[in-house]
Structure formats: C-alpha cells, structure tokens
C-alpha cells in the first residue's frame, strides 16, 4: 500500500525520496516512512480517498495548537496539501515507568494550562475519516451529548449494530449526563488519545501525534488512555496525572461513558470494531428502558 504514498511525495515535490515503508500503528489512513538521499527520513500520511480538503490541515492546526498552548512536543509539520501530511520523524516510546510519569507531567500540564470558558473549537476537524463537530457551546453536558455521543446516531455502521433498547438507551444517558459526570471547565484536550498516539522524542521526551483538538473535559483524553490497553509500565501514569491534578478517586468509574464517544466512532468507521459494540451495549446497559 506505499505505492500511493510515494506518488504522492514525489508529486508534492520530494523528488529526493528513493522508497516509503509502511508505518505500524494508524487505523483510518495509509502511512509510511519515506526514505530521503539527501535528507533524514519523515512519516507520510494520506488516505485513499480524502474525506475533505481540510483534514491535513486541521490536524497540522492541531499539532501547532498542543505545541504552543500546551508545551507539548509535537512532529514538525513540513507539508500539509489536501492529500498528504509530512511530519518530521518520532520514536517509539521507551517501555519504562519514568517515561509514562514523564508524560503524567505533560498531559496533566496541557490540562491545568490551557482552561477555557466554552466548549468547542474555532472550526471543525477529524477523528479518523469522520467530521468533528465543535461548534462553540457553553453547556458541557449539551456538547458532549449532541456533539460528541448523539452525532454517531445515523452513522449506517452504528444503524446496524445498535437496537431501538440501544438507542434509547444512550438518549437515556446523555439526559442524565449532569448527575453522572462532574462539572468541570473545558481545557484543550488532544481528543484521540489512545496509546498508539504517544511516541518518543530521541531523547526520550513524549510526543504526540494525530489530534482531534477541542476544549473539552480533561477526563475525555484520560478515558482515551485508561480503555485502550496501556502497557504494564504505564501502572504509575493514572496516580502521577490523579494526583497532579487533584482528581477525586471516582475517577475509573466515569471512564467507560466518556470513552462512549470513542467506541461509537470507531463503529462508524470500521467494519471490525474491535469489541467497541460490546462495550457499548455493557455501558448503556443500566440505561435501557425497563420490560
């Protein structure tokens, strides 16, 4: 699947590129390693078929945006078209403690420096192949449920898994929104925080890659990392960043209607959901009408 990503960089100019290998990790769009003979090699990305024009430059928005009102370190964006993204390279991360506490450090951080008044973004942008909506808002509850949760509902993959009970169900739960989560003001959130999304600097800083940016709950990134499988090393990770940032220890059990949002977006996107129904179906159990 290179081919496309090469005829890409070289139609772009990148005449010095000789190969692209496949890069492990993303979902949505193709991504490689390319190969420079005068240049240190960068990461590619394109999809087969662009959702819009927009969605490389949202994400480089995305990148600047953590980069500069979070100080988190993010790739340099060298090129940003409607069909292709370069990105300086990254590193895997290190499989030790320090380095998941290090990133406790950085998240906790973006979270508690970057407080806004209103929920939203100044413009739309993506998760995957899927338009985000974030349409300023100054009810947290409200955006959450019609914006991040209601939105999936029409999607046909989301259509064909989920029942009326399930549907009802999750109306059911974005109503009661307000007694299930706490209050809190919305800061910048990376918004597709799942683990493949953190990577290393070569000195072993953390990194981050492929945003979905809004001002959001700081809870939603943390639900990102706490549901999609960390690593044994990252154990320390959750106490660091509770503690940093004073969270209450109810915390776990908000995690899985927060990472809703997540499980219903890769159920709209994917024809394997990787158990995302099945988690869905779990959490919106105890909000299913009563037979």
């Not at 980069?67 to 499989?95: F, H, I, K, Y």
């Not at 209601?150 to 549907?167: N, S």
């Not at 109503?175 to 800061?187: A, G, K, M, Q, V």
């Amino acid at each position: 699947m290179t081919g496309p990503l090469l005829e890409r960089v070289r139609r772009a100019g990148l005449h010095d590129v000789v190969s692209v290998a496949p890069a492990a990790g993303g979902l949505a769009a193709l991504a490689g390693i390319a190969t420079r003979r005068d240049a240190p090699p960068v990461f590619v990305k394109a999809f087969a078929d662009a959702p819009a024009e927009d969605v490389f430059a949202a994400e480089a928005e995305g990148l600047a945006a953590l980069r500069e009102l979070g100080d988190v370190t993010t790739p340099d964006v060298l090129l940003a078209t409607p069909d292709l993204l370069v990105l300086s390279m990254l590193e895997p991360r290190p499989g030790d403690e320090a380095f998941w506490e290090r990133f406790a450090h950085v998240l906790a951080h973006l979270h508690r420096s970057t407080v806004h008044h209103r929920f939203g973004w100044h413009r739309d942008n993506w998760l995957g192949r899927r338009r985000q909506i974030n349409t300023w808002a100054d009810d947290g509850f409200a955006f959450f449920a019609e914006r991040r949760l209601l939105r999936w509902l029409g999607e046909p993959r989301v259509d064909a898994a989920l029942d009326a009970g399930d549907r009802a169900a999750l109306e059911r739960l974005c109503d009661r929104l307000p007694e299930l989560l706490p209050e809190r003001p919305p800061c910048l959130t990376h918004g597709d925080l799942w683990t493949q999304n953190v990577l290393s600097t070569p000195d072993g800083r953390p990194a981050l890659i492929d945003p979905a940016v809004s001002y959001l709950w700081a809870e939603v990134d943390l639900a990102h990392v706490w549901t999609t499988a960390p690593p044994p090393e990252a154990r320390r990770f959750f106490a660091v960043y509770a503690e940093l940032t004073s969270l209450d220890d109810g915390w776990p059990v908000r995690m899985p209607i927060l990472q809703l949002r997540q499980h219903l977006a890769v159920l709209a996107q994917f024809d394997d959901d990787w158990g995302a129904a099945g988690l869905i179906r779990d959490t919106l159990a105890p909000f299913r009408p009563l037979r």
